[in-house]
């Protein structure tokens, strides 16, 4: 009896196994596909195309990338832009005067030019300045220097902001001027930025090369020879003809304003400034028919008419 219950068991095992097997054969069976209708096909297209933007929509996501980018021009509120101007420092290095002021701006580099009153280059010796908030490109870690490995002598000390807002001074010794020349700086705090300043020092540079002409002091009185100079001539000069030479010619309040590249010979003139380009304006207390210049080591006459 005990024999055909373990018989019965073993059987019944066998069983349960075999039906365990057929179902995981039937499992593994792969159902066969699902036939592709029309109507899925159309439906498939329409969730394709609706993730695909139309030009009207690209273009707007265009539009409004480009108004993002315009925003980001200035990083001042409203995007305001400071507007660029050329100002002239005329420099009395031993006189009691305040300090001249220079209007920087973010993502401006505002160069400052010395020359001295015949527009000799003044080299510049050394430059103080708080790193922290404006840099010259030079003392603040970057040096510009040649074959030799020494500083690259130069004349222009190039000023950029390190803030949006800041405010402070610098401080520019020249070669041999005894007195050093100081500037405030400002940034952020204006609606314009110098964008050049030229910054002609009364005397004369003296490592510069001999002139025929020279003089010893900056114009005091004549305040129209920078405008001159700058080749913006003050509100009142009328206009004269110059015969060639590529010169031009302005009377005011009765007296003579040459603006040349040349040197003057003669006659003799009663002020005289100079830019480190090469440009001189020549004064005289009255209006010349002729005026004797040297072009290329020769004498010549330029002469001067009325309109």
């Keep these: 009896m005990k024999l055909t219950m373990r018989k019965i068991l073993g059987v019944c095992t066998l069983a349960v196994a075999a039906g365990a097997h057929a179902q995981a054969q039937q499992q593994q069976v792969s159902t066969p596909p699902v036939p592709i209708i029309q109507e899925t096909v159309r439906s498939t297209v329409q969730e394709q195309n609706a993730l695909v933007l139309t030009p009207e929509q690209i273009e707007q996501l265009k539009l409004g990338a480009s108004n993002a980018r315009k925003q980001m021009i200035s990083p001042y509120p409203q995007n305001k832009v400071a507007k660029p101007v050329t100002r002239t420092f005329y420099i009395e290095p031993d006189a009691a005067q305040p300090p001249r002021m220079v209007r920087l701006s973010s993502g401006w580099i505002t160069p400052l030019v010395f020359s001295d009153t015949n527009g000799n ?58 007195s050093p020349l100081t500037f405030v700086v400002t940034a952020g705090q204006s609606d314009e930025v110098d964008a050049q300043i030229p910054v002609r020092v009364a005397g004369r540079n003296p490592n510069a090369k001999p002139q025929i002409i020279a003089m010893d002091r900056m114009p005091e009185l004549d305040t129209a020879m920078g405008g001159f100079l700058d080749g913006v001539p003050p509100q009142g000069a009328v206009r004269l003809k110059v015969g060639g030479y590529g010169a031009e010619a302005w009377m005011l309040n009765g007296k003579l304003y040459l603006r040349t590249r040349h040197t003057l010979l003669s006659p003799a003139f009663a002020n005289h400034v100079g830019s480190a380009d090469g440009m001189h304006v020549y004064a005289f207390n009255r209006v010349y028919p002729s005026l004797l210049v040297s072009i290329d080591g020769k004498a010549n006459a330029m002469n001067i008419s009325g309109n």
């Design 121 to 178: 280059p003044w080299f510049v010796k050394s430059v103080s300045l708080d790193c922290s908030l404006v840099t010259d490109g030079v003392s603040c870690g970057e040096r510009t220097a040649n074959s030799n490995g020494a500083a690259a002598a130069t004349n222009i000390v190039k000023l950029a902001p390190r803030l949006m807002y800041a405010y402070g001074n610098v401080v520019v010794e020249l070669e041999d001027l005894p």
